[in-house]
């Protein structure tokens, strides 16, 4: 890992960091990769990180328009377009059980921007005063993501390494919306590619979804997470659907796989991830101590006298923020419960789980980066701890769900945007640029992302085939906090002896990775993508597992520390890829609010099917191609 230390005082310190074409390039960009991000997590259940193609992006901008510029610049574009990235993922995980529960009909857009906006902040201002704890102190976080992002930037110093990157952007958005196009304005490609059939009662499925965009999420994650996020598909598809048996009481086998995952299966999911979520707040306990020993140092000592590379927003500020941002809550929970009582209580939770789960993310993205940070298991937990309180103060029906989801939310937008902001951190960290600055471009991004996640949902919501909780916008975490939700609040049943061996199987898989841990194994079985593997829809794991091995097959041979450089070229195509097709879907989603409608082609189911492995096929060996490294 590089040293922190060396590396900033090798760089001069008085180079542009802000200025007025990287705000507006930053904030450009942070609406745009959270309107993306909105499509790829209620799509995928997952976002990945905006960091590096943001930085890639501002680099060729400022290389071709201005001489001067400068890499600090481009490393404030991309501080501020992820951190609408990390918003949607804390907005659209929480936000749409609303929708599932009956409490809206569409999304109320001040609710909603209320909600992001002082979540996303919270989640910044409580992780300023553990910047030293998590970045500066502490050797065993090696910041992955952060430290490829920071080498991207450098490379994108040297000449010619912008026209290629460009063109890897480029050529990946073109797949991305190209197959969005096909499939879902023409009609030549069928959704997923998927089969099942019924043996002596037994249900039996198989299939994949004819995603680009899902390949590269696997390509991004690698090989580990996307085996774990296959096997836990596997455990939910392969052996527990044909376990349950009942085969012969649905009008067709696809029918009968999807009823019994959603009504049953997925449950055993929730309680891994129950699991999961307690034992990563276990892993940093000692973390937690430590900031707030810092926030208690931070108050007695001075901030502003410090050099730039060592000062962040000062105290006086991040208090004034903090209780304003809590106010503003509480306005929201009265609005949604209409109780002073009730809205104390779930505004007290809001703010110490809040700072709770911001040491656990920031910690979990030092292990083992963004894209992989649990964020649903911490609101999953959060959800637990908050419907388990009101439950304690006899809360039932619509204003406990309410109650509950609200917490979810905030919870999720402080996890989410808290682990962002520690990544873009330890880039600048490593960069030389002042933390102050950076922290000031993330609360910029949030503050214009939170007045697009509205919009971008209700667009979504109302002009996708299904809507949010439908076969294309599944929705899964906000699918499991409503039940949750209804759970603890009296208005529905769970099934408890599902989740109960969701905890059995998660005990198994963390005793699993104890053991390859203590042996030194680099293969990790970490529970909570297996969790969360058996809680989405098969054909989401497939395509992942696919782009993993990809990755897999590029690096093979090379060593461990080379393979961000060898993996440099395929996380700009891939990156293009996401982009590009849920970019296009909302666009799409757009000419249907139009009324533009569908221009389906009307082929047979036959021959759309040929088309559609044909295209797979071409897909992964597109992937194959793109994502090459250069001396390949």
């Given amino acids: ?77 991309q501080t501020c377009a992820s951190a609408g990235e990390s918003l949607a993922a804390g907005i659209i995980f929480t936000m749409p059980a609303m929708i599932l529960i009956g409490f ?20 910044i201002l409580f992780m300023i005063p553990m910047r030293k704890v998590f970045i500066l102190n502490n050797p065993e976080l090696a910041y992955p993501e952060g430290v490829a992002c920071a080498a991207v930037l450098r490379a994108g110093e040297e000449d010619g390494e912008q026209t290629g990157a460009a063109k890897n952007l480029m050529f990946g ?43 590269a999420i696997g390509f991004i994650v690698r090989l580990n997470v996307a085996i774990l996020i296959f096997i836990g598909g596997a455990i939910s598809w392969i052996i527990a659907i044909p376990l349950l ?13 999807y009823e019994l995952w959603s009504t049953q299966i997925r449950y055993v999911g929730v309680g891994a991830m129950v699991l999961g ?36 927003i000062p105290i006086w500020a991040i208090i004034t923020l903090t209780i304003g941002c809590v106010c503003v809550l509480a306005y929201v929970n009265y609005r949604f419960t209409s109780g002073i009582r009730i809205t104390l209580l779930a505004t007290a939770v809001m703010l110490v789980m809040g700072f709770f789960f911001t040491a656990v993310a920031s910690y979990i993205v030092g292990l083992v980066g963004n894209s992989n940070s649990p964020v649903s298991g911490m609101t999953i937990t959060a959800v637990l701890v908050a419907g388990g309180m009101l439950w304690l103060f006899n809360y039932s029906g619509m204003e406990a769900m309410v109650a509950t989801l609200g917490i979810a939310a905030i919870v999720c937008c402080v996890a989410a945007t808290s682990g962002d902001v520690c990544n873009d951190l330890k880039t600048g960290a490593i960069l030389g640029a002042a933390p102050f600055r950076q922290q000031i471009m993330q609360i910029a991004g949030v503050f214009v992302a939170a007045f697009v996640m509205s919009p971008v949902l209700n667009l979504l919501h109302n002009n996708i085939e299904g809507g949010i909780g439908g076969r294309e916008l599944s929705a899964p975490q906000a699918s499991l906090f409503a039940s949750l939700a209804r759970g603890f609040s009296g208005e529905g049943q769970l099934p408890w002896d599902m989740i109960g061996y969701g905890v059995l199987v998660g005990i198994v898989i963390l005793i699993v990775d104890w053991y390859l841990k203590s042996t030194g194994k680099k293969f990790r079985a970490h529970l909570m993508p297996i969790a969360v593997g058996m809680y989405l829809p098969f054909g989401l794991a497939t395509p992942i597992l696919i782009g993993g091995l990809i990755a897999h097959f590029h690096t093979k041979g090379t060593p461990e520390a080379s393979h961000d450089k060898v993996l440099h070229r395929g996380i700009l195509f891939s990156s293009g890829v996401i982009a590009g097709e849920a970019l296009m879907s909302v666009g799409l989603a757009c000419l249907t609010a139009l009324g533009v409608q569908s221009l389906d082609m009307g082929l047979s189911t036959g021959l759309v099917t040929i088309l559609s492995i044909t295209a797979a096929v071409l897909i992964v060996w597109m992937f194959h191609k793109f994502t090459q490294p250069m001396n390949s």
């Fill in 277 to 312: 979520g307690f034992a990563s707040l276990y892993s940093v306990r000692y973390g937690l101590v430590a900031a707030i020993n810092e926030l208690r140092n931070n108050l007695s000592s001075g901030n502003m006298m410090k050099p730039d590379l060592e000062r962040d």
């Fill in 104 to 123: 809206w009909d569409s999304f109320d857009f001040w609710s909603v921007t209320i909600i992001a906006l002082t979540g996303g902040l919270l989640g």
């Fill in 245 to 257: 048996g009942t085969g012969d009481q649905f009008p067709s086998a696809i029918d009968g796989a």
């Fill in 1 to 77: 890992m590089t040293d922190t230390t060396s590396a900033a005082s090798a760089l001069p310190i008085a180079r542009k960091e802000i200025t007025f074409r990287v705000v507006l390039l930053g904030l450009l960009l942070a609406v745009v990769m959270g309107a993306a991000n909105v499509y790829v997590g209620l799509r995928a259940g997952m976002t990945v990180s905006a960091s590096i193609p943001a930085a890639v992006m501002a680099m060729l901008l400022f290389k071709m328009l201005f001489k001067d510029s400068s890499i600090l610049e481009a490393n404030q574009v």
């Fill in 173 to 215: 958005g073109m797949l991305g919306a190209g197959v969005a196009l096909g499939a879902k304005l023409f009609g030549v490609f069928t959704a997923t590619l998927e089969a099942a059939t019924v043996l002596s009662s037994r249900i039996f499925y198989f299939g994949g979804d004819l995603s680009p965009m899902l390949i």
